[in-house]
């Protein structure tokens, strides 16, 4: 069982919650990454089949950062009820070291691996 948050430890996690909401926020308002691939464009079919690719780690990257913004924004909306390091499933603490791996953890490390088997 996790040991439940220090004041510092708690204030330290919010800040960084902060943090990666902004990060997210302005990597996701970066448009230039966008670019569909111009098929008409007179570049070697290798080349093309490199740029297709790119685009689409791109595009899934982006829907990574825009899934775990909307964890960010539910781990600080548990802030503000004061459930913020309390498991979503259990009710135990969350615990330090997982949240400073990722702040928005809504899981302790039992239900997390739970529910991924």
Not at 25 to 50: C, F
Not at 67 to 77: I, N
Not at 81 to 102: D, I, N, Q
């Amino acid at each position: 069982m996790a040991e439940e948050l220090t004041d510092q430890q708690l204030k330290e996690r919010v800040e960084a919650l902060h943090a990666l909401d902004r990060s997210l926020r302005e990597a996701l308002s970066d448009t230039s990454r966008a670019d569909t691939v111009d098929l008409d464009l007179p570049i070697g079919r290798l080349s093309r089949m490199d740029a297709m690719q790119q685009q689409a780690m791109a595009k899934a990257e982006r829907e990574l950062q825009k899934r775990r913004l909307v964890m960010v924004e539910a781990a600080l909306e548990r802030v503000d009820e004061e459930e913020y390091g309390w498991c979503c499933s259990c009710g135990e603490s969350v615990g330090y070291p997982r949240l400073k791996a990722r702040p928005e953890s809504p899981f302790c490390v039992p239900c997390q691996e739970g529910l991924e088997q």
